[in-house]
């Protein structure tokens, strides 16, 4: 079975510079949901999306913003990068239209390194 | 803010033996999700509960949602080394607000 798709698998960066993450979900989910995982943490909630609007907002920086386009892929992009934001970013998506928005899938994550 | 408190954080069992996780909260959720998670991997679904008192089982392991919806756990019978991981549980609030908030996570060893 297809499962979320997410691009780059790993990425370096500079200190202020910029990053934009790509996610393709489950085909014929409607929602996807931004996470961010620091090192020894749990995955923390950022931003999601459903039927390509903005549907909760978590804890995500004024630096980052988010989209979901028509295809429904989504892309988390990042700017003036600090070190802290260095960490595994998940995507995931779910189905809300077919009753099972709780039940979410993860890819397989982004290991961002700023330096 | 929702939180759930997962425990043990760790635990290292041999070959053969029981163990239960539970993952508790003062906050009702709508959902309870498992999830196994390998270093530097995405969480992988185990199972989603979504009804109070509700039990599923996954070949040897179980999980049970709490009547009250606050707290659910996860047994697993007769372990494997192939069991070793890192075992997060996540629940969502509910309404249209479908995002998880996740247990700290626990370790699992099982030794040969």
């Known amino acids: 079975a297809a499962g979320v798709i997410q691009s780059p698998r790993h990425l370096i960066k500079e200190k202020r510079e910029t990053a934009t993450l790509k996610c393709y979900p489950i085909?014929?989910?409607?929602?996807v949901y931004w996470y961010q995982q620091g090192p020894g943490q749990d995955p923390q909630f950022l931003i999601s999306?459903?039927?390509?609007?903005?549907?909760d907002k978590g804890s995500i920086p004024d630096r980052f913003s988010a989209q979901q386009f028509s295809d429904y892929h989504s892309e988390l992009n990042m700017s003036s990068l600090e070190l802290g934001d260095s960490a595994l970013y998940f995507c995931?998506?779910?189905?809300?239209?077919?009753?099972?928005?709780?039940?979410?899938?993860f890819g397989p994550g982004t290991r961002l390194t700023v330096l | 803010t929702q939180l759930l408190e997962q425990s043990p954080q760790f635990l290292s069992i041999q070959e053969g033996e029981n163990l239960t996780v539970y993952c508790n909260s003062s906050?009702?959720?709508?959902?309870l999700q498992w999830y196994r998670q390998e270093p530097g991997e995405g969480p992988v679904l185990l199972v989603t509960?979504?009804?109070?008192?509700e039990v599923k089982k996954l070949k040897r392991l179980t999980f049970q949602f709490g009547d009250a919806r606050k707290d659910s756990s996860l047994h697993i019978t007769a372990a494997q080394p192939g069991d070793t991981g890192l075992y997060l549980c996540?629940?969502?609030?509910?309404?249209?607000?479908?995002?998880?908030?996740f247990g700290k996570g626990t370790l699992l060893t099982v030794n040969p």
């Open positions: 995931a998506s779910s189905s809300r239209t077919s009753g099972k928005g709780n039940t979410q899938y």
């Open positions: 085909p014929r989910h409607d929602t």
């Open positions: 999306f459903y039927e390509k609007m903005q549907s």
């Open positions: 906050s009702v959720f709508s959902s």
């Open positions: 509960v979504v009804t109070g008192g």
């Open positions: 996540a629940g969502a609030s509910g309404g249209s607000n479908y995002k998880l908030t």
